[in-house]
């Protein structure tokens, strides 16, 4: 069983920056992926972005996220990271990673992300 650990979330202001790290109970491999999504209050999950590739070099974002937000990894630290800068308050969600992992998905619990003046 692999556990996620979210972190980083808060009340930020339109136009500010975040940074969400995702800690994983288990390593990382090359083969694995790590996605990012979102929920907002009334709305289903969405897809936010996700990293991927041989060296976890290889991003994907969501249109309305693309240009803003930014996924790395540190797999010796076995944690991801979701840079979300030019905060919009349509960003305000609770933010989910998720390891793909062998065939099987793991979810972290969220975190929240409220952007508002």
């Known amino acids: 069983q692999v556990q996620l650990v979210e972190s980083g979330g808060g009340l930020v202001q339109p136009g500010e920056s975040l940074r969400l790290s995702c800690k994983s109970s288990?390593?990382?491999?090359?083969?694995?992926?790590m996605g990012w999504y979102r929920q907002a209050p009334g709305r289903q999950r969405e897809f936010v972005g996700r990293?991927?590739?041989?060296?976890?070099?290889?991003?994907t974002f969501a249109d309305d996220v693309k240009g803003r937000f930014t996924i790395s990894m540190d797999s010796t630290k076995r944690t991801g990271f979701l840079q979300m800068n030019s905060l919009k308050p349509e960003d305000t969600a609770v933010y989910y990673c998720?390891?793909?992992?062998?065939?099987?998905?793991?979810w972290g619990q969220g975190t929240q992300v409220t952007v508002s003046s």
């Open positions: 998720v390891v793909s992992r062998f065939g099987t998905d793991y």
């Open positions: 288990a390593t990382i491999f090359s083969s694995n992926t």
């Open positions: 990293i991927s590739g041989s060296d976890h070099d290889q991003t």
